[in-house]
């Protein structure tokens, strides 16, 4: 049983900043392979940024590169998204996922993931 809870969602003008964070209840956080995924309205759930276990790899969508960082601390069990640089096409509902097991090259498919947040919310202004 694993559970994710997202934090850290709002409203934040262009240009902006933020950081969300996921923190997980699974005692084996330290061997999930983490991810963020968004959606936006009207539009297919999109993979934003993954990290491996040890944090030895991150991988990122081409939209994002340069913008977020994604990191993690598995004392906390939890993962972060720091987004930078902020546009209006980045306003989506923002999930965190985990995969248990071994790394999967296709970490940029949502049916690779066993475990979803709720989302958090993020809107920005132009």
């Known amino acids: 049983q694993v559970q994710l809870v997202e934090s850290g969602g709002g409203l934040v003008q262009a240009g902006g900043s933020l950081r969300l964070s996921c923190a997980a209840s699974?005692?084996?956080?330290?061997?999930?392979?983490m991810a963020w995924f968004r959606q936006a309205p009207g539009k297919e759930r999109e993979f934003v940024a993954a990290?491996?276990?040890?944090?030895?790899?991150?991988y990122y969508t081409d939209s994002v590169k340069g913008r977020f960082t994604i990191s993690r601390d598995n004392a906390k069990n939890t993962v972060y998204l720091e987004m930078n640089t902020l546009k209006t096409e980045d306003t989506a509902v923002y999930y965190c996922?985990?995969?248990?097991?071994?790394?999967?090259?296709?970490?940029?498919?949502?049916?690779?993931?066993?475990?979803w947040g709720q989302g958090t919310q993020v809107t920005v202004s132009s």
């Open positions: 990290i491996k276990w040890r944090s030895e790899s991150t």
């Open positions: 996922a985990a995969r248990e097991g071994s790394f999967i090259y296709s970490y940029g498919v949502a049916t690779a993931y066993g475990y």
């Open positions: 699974g005692r084996a956080f330290s061997t999930y392979f």
